[in-house]
């Protein structure tokens, strides 16, 4: 079992994913602190009902084509309102999260 922490450890893959995921925490730091943006984050997410009062209908109209059409991000904002309600800051750590986690994908896919 040591031995094969030691080949991980010593391996140059190993050394390149932890500097992304290091240069993800890194950048983005201070969104622990920082709780909810001012630019739209109150619209989209804190008085939406849609988002904040999450049903099987409110999901149904996040798929309606509107003209600012963008169900992903909206389905993502009602799981993290879901599990973390008005706890920005959880938000953007959970988001920093997935960054990271799709940065190193990015690095082994290419």
Known sequence: M???VIKFIKSP???AIGLIILSVVGIYQKLQIQGIISLDNMAYVYY??????????????????????MPL??????LDWAIF??????????????????????FLIT
């Open 48 to 69: 939406n009902p849609v988002i904040s009062e999450p049903t099987l209908a409110s999901l149904k109209t996040l798929f309606l084509p509107y003209i600012y059409w």
């Open 85 to 106: 309600k008005d706890q920005f800051n959880a938000h953007l750590i959970l988001n920093v999260i997935l960054h990271a986690i799709n940065s190193t994908l990015i």
């Open 13 to 15: 893959l190993s050394w």
């Open 73 to 78: 991000t909206w389905l993502t904002h009602m």
């Open 2 to 4: 040591v031995s094969i």
